[in-house]
């Protein structure tokens, strides 16, 4: 499933927080999502959601993208 939004965004080292203004899921407009980047070599770990402390809220959704090397 794609999970599509937009939005106005801060990066404050590794908290990461959306101003969503448009989303697939309606009832996420307006609200603010609030989750953790980390950036581990090739890979970027988004952890969502957490609260202002940056602690992981239940349920919790961990996705790792990961860049892969084309030579």
Known sequence: MDH???G???L???KYEEQVL????????GN???MLM???NDTLIQTF???ENG???KPLLCSKICSVGLN
């Open 4 to 6: 599509c939004d937009s």
């Open 8 to 10: 106005s965004y801060t």
């Open 12 to 14: 404050d080292g590794n």
């Open 22 to 29: 448009w989303h697939y899921n309606p009832a996420y407009v």
């Open 32 to 34: 603010k999502l609030k």
């Open 38 to 40: 980390e950036l581990k």
């Open 49 to 51: 959601p957490v609260d």
């Open 55 to 57: 602690k992981g809220k």
